[in-house]
T-cell receptor, first 117, second 113 residues
Framework: DADVTQTPRNRITKTGKRIMLECSQT?????MYWYRQDPGLGLRLIYY???????NKGEISDGYSVSRQAQAKFSLSLESAIPNQTALYFC????????????????FGPGTRLTVT | AQSVAQPEDQVNVAEGNPLTVKCTYS??????LFWYVQYPNRGLQFLLK??????LVKGSYGFEAEFNKSQTSFHLKKPSALVSDSALYFC???????????FGSGTKLNVKP
């Protein structure tokens, strides 16, 4: 988990507030992802990025936006938070490494528990 | 379209007994299948994967999984369960050249002493 870090780890915010979740990785991977986890629903993909200039919507992108500031950094924003965005959010990486190898599997950060009141 | 189903929300097994966590999949091309484990307050950790080759795949912590194309299944197994195996397990399928992944809803494994 130390290779993929997320900040903050816990956040409580009010409806209508803008909030940013940050993710950094030291694995050298080109691909980064944001998921949300809800009980009984598994992980659902919000956004994914193949490199700094390539960002794609996932299954549930409405109400979210992202920014890939560098290969190692991928931020998720909630422009105007609402209570049903209360969830556990995970960042993950995969893909080509700096040395040319390919990691098919994903590596996950420790998660951010977000509560919107 | 790709999808994964984990038919059991929870699996209970006694320590020392074999365990199986079930996963079935639906893909439009070649299946690339993964198992992950999540311990409380942690992110998901990769256990094993099937990309190609032998149908029986061995992974971390003594886990293995068998790819069965005719039954479109990729069940996770372990010959002898440990209490420390208690966790939430996710099956996933990779699509679009591994650019996207689709996860099952998760199965909670309880191993009792």
């Amino acid at each position: 988990d130390a290779d993929v870090t997320q900040t903050p780890r816990n956040r409580i915010t009010k409806t209508g507030k803008r909030i940013m979740l940050e993710c950094s990785q030291t694995k050298g991977h080109d691909r980064m992802y944001w998921y949300r986890q809800d009980p009984g629903l598994g992980l659902r993909l919000i956004y994914y990025s193949f490199d700094v200039k390539d960002i794609n919507k996932g299954e549930i992108s409405d109400g979210y936006s992202v920014s890939r500031q560098a290969q190692a950094k991928f931020s998720l924003s909630l422009e105007s938070a609402i209570p049903n965005q209360t969830a556990l959010y995970f960042c993950a990486t995969s893909g080509l490494t700096g040395t040319g190898g390919d990691s098919h599997e994903q590596y996950f950060g420790p998660g951010t528990r977000l509560t919107v009141t | 379209a790709q999808s994964v189903a984990q038919p059991e929300d929870q699996v209970n097994v006694a320590e020392g007994n074999p365990l199986t966590v079930k996963c079935t999949y639906s893909v439009s091309g070649n299946p690339y299948l993964f198992w992950y484990v999540q311990y409380p307050n942690r992110g998901l950790q990769f256990l094993l994967k099937y990309i190609t080759g032998d149908n029986l795949v061995k992974g971390s912590y003594g886990f293995e999984a068998e790819f069965n194309k005719s039954q479109t299944s990729f069940h996770l197994k372990k010959p002898s369960a440990l209490v420390s195996d208690s966790a939430l397990y996710f099956c996933a399928v990779g699509g679009d050249n591994f650019n996207k992944f689709y996860f099952g809803s998760g199965t909670k494994l309880n191993v009792k002493p």
